[in-house]
Each structure stands twice: as C-alpha cells, then as structure tokens.
C-alpha cells in the first residue's frame, strides 16, 4: 500500500497534469516558463523523482501539443525548450525513444521549413536535433532517412541569423561524423551550399567541407568548379575559407584539375570584360563598378591561391609552371581594371611584388596583358632545370588569344 508521502504526490502530479490540460494558451505558457526555469540541467533521475516517476505523461502532451500547434508557431520555442530538457537529460534514452516514436524528427525538420515560424524557433529545433544526433548513429542515420540533411542545408542557406547559422553548422559536423551510411549525402549536401547567396553560408560550409573531405577520402566531380566559383565572392572570410580548403584539395585526385582551374581564371573570358572597356573613358561609374566585378575579384583570388599554393609546395609550383601560369600571371598583372589583381598576381611572382604594379604605365599594362611567355616550351623543348630556366614565345590557346587581341585593339585605340 502506498505511503502518506507517494500518495501526496500523485496527487500534485495528476492536479499538474489537470490544470495543463484545462489550460488556455496563456496559462500553459506560464507552466512552461516555470518548467524551464525549476529544470534545467536535471538528469532522468531527478525529472522523475520532480514528477512523481510520470515524467513521461508531461512530456506526451508536450509532444501533443507540439504536433498539433508547431505550424502556428504557438509557444513553439518555449515547447521546444521543455522538450529538450528531457532530451538532454542523462539517462534519457526512455524520452528519446518516447519522442522519436511520435514522429519527433519530421516535426523538427519541418518547422525548420515554414516560413511563419521564427527565427528562434527554428533555432530551439536545430538544437533538439544536435541531441538526438549525439545520440548515437542510428540517430544520425534516422535524421538522414528523414531527408534531413536536405532541410537542414536549404536552413542553412535561407537564415538571417549567423548565431542560429553557426548552430546548423554544429548539426552538420555532427552527421558528417560516425555516419557512414550517409556520410557522403552529407558531403554532397555541403557541396550544393557553395552556391548560396549567404556569406556566412558559404563560409561555414567551407569549413565542415574540409573535415568531411578528410572522412570521405574520395572527391565528388563536381568540388572543383564550386569551389573555384566561390572565389567571385568580396568577402574575405569566404574567399579565405575557400583558399584553405583548395590547399587540402590539392592532395586529392582532384589536384590537377583545381591547378588548370586556378590557371584559366588568370585570364577572364573576354565576353565578361570587353562590355566594359567602351565605357570606361566616359562614365566615370564604370571604374567603381569594375572593382567588385566578380570575374576580376575571382581573377584576384586564384593569383592569390596559386601564391599560396606554390610558396608551400614546389611540385605544385612545377606542375603549374607547366600550365604556363607565368605567362598567365603577366596577363593578370596588365590588368589596369582591377587593382587586386595586378597586385596579387605580382606577389605570386614575386618581383619587387608590393608595389611594382603601381609603377607600371598604361603601355606597360598592356604588353603585360598581351605577353607571350611559355615556360612550357622551355621546360619540353630545353630540358632545363628550376635552377637555370628561362622564357619563351608560343602559341596561345583560343581563350588566350582573344584575350590578347582585345587588349591590342585597345591600344591601338589610344595611340
């Protein structure tokens, strides 16, 4: 028979649950305030011995009313905060099952989605996720067969928060790790990011990227040309991010494709940058506009990576000598549209590089811009040492040419 005490408490505990399920919206969102503040950081233990061993009769109908409310955002963060308490309870695999049960994750998931809900909100789901996730693979493989890396990325990239962004990227590190069996969903996930429209997306995707290439070893095809495209960004961060990520990349089978990647970019396509030469002499505009021109600032970036990469590695060095990247570089460095990349492409050279291209003339930039250096044929047709080689004339690939033509035309024009 129960005692005087266990009796008391069922008592308090179904007079509990009573006034919850008589509560308006407002009376529950007082009972939630005082859940969280009475709570938070108790073990499965203590949530018990707190209701009487019917902790889990609360946490059914919070999971009720979570169901049947999330959409109208009603108390959701203040739900999901109670919901976590039980979550990240110690011993708390009984909840974890309990919730997991009721459809738990497709919830989280999909408020993650609506577009009503808040930004807070959201955030409280990506957090309840970070637990089930921790909890072990099977979690992390149920978050995944809920088309979870899907919503979780597309979140990633819509947010306005950087605090809730950085909470996301948590999540994604956690699902990349001890996943085996959709490590590489992942992984292509992270990919489909770099496109994004959000800086701080691009950046933090950058980042999980590299510890998810070292898990997955192999490369996907399509790394390089994004990761080369997020070098168009005027954003420091990104482009910073970016460069670290091509440093690892280079160790993979991707290397030497990233390499003549690096090298084109040197010179634009001239359909990107002739549209603007007519104007410049006569609107002033043009000149402020062409300094965040995304062909120029991606121009910029690769002489700085290729700097990066050579000065660290000298069969990269060699390998893109190969690729002529002097005569690539030259071309960079006659380009008197963009500044940055004048100056990146000196450094990568290194020649009296910090402030060599501000003493080069308009002519000078221009055979520059249309110089014929082959360190390729010096290389084949020589056989000459690193120590010893010089330059050379040769042909021009098509893209070259046109590039070269444009400028010559120009200055002509001025003489």
Known sequence: MASMKEQAAISRLLSFLQDWDNAGKVTRSHILKNFIETNQGKTAPELEQEFSQGASLFLVRLTTWLRLTYMTGLCLEKILKSIGIFLSAVSSNRYLIEFLEVGGVLTLLEILGLEKIKEEDKKESIKLLQVIANCGRKYKELICES????????????????????????????????????????????????????????????????????????????????????????????????????????????????????VALLIPPVKETSKLQPKILSDSTVLQLTAHLPVFLQQAAAAKAIGVLARGNNSLAEEMLHLRVVHSLMAAMGNTDHSNSQRQASLTLESNAEDLYMKIDSIQADILAANEVNVTRALNLGGLSNSNMGFYLGPRDQEQRAYITHFQEDVKGKE
């Open 147 to 262: 088309y979870g890396v899907r919503s979780i990325a597309e979140f990633l990239a819509k947010s306005k928060s950087e605090e809730t962004q950085e909470e996301v990227q948590v999540l994604l590190d956690s699902l990349v790790h001890g996943n085996p069996k959709y490590q590489n969903q992942v992984y292509k996930g992270l990919i489909a990011l770099l496109p994004s429209a959000s800086p701080k997306a691009q950046q933090l995707s950058l980042q999980t990227l590299r510890t998810a290439q070292s898990i997955m070893g192999a490369t996907h095809p399509s790394i390089v040309a994004c990761v080369l495209n997020v070098l168009r960004t005027m954003h420091l961060e990104v482009q910073y991010e970016a460069i670290e990520l091509i440093k690892d990349l280079v160790n993979y089978d991707v290397c030497t494709a990233l390499l003549k990647g690096l």
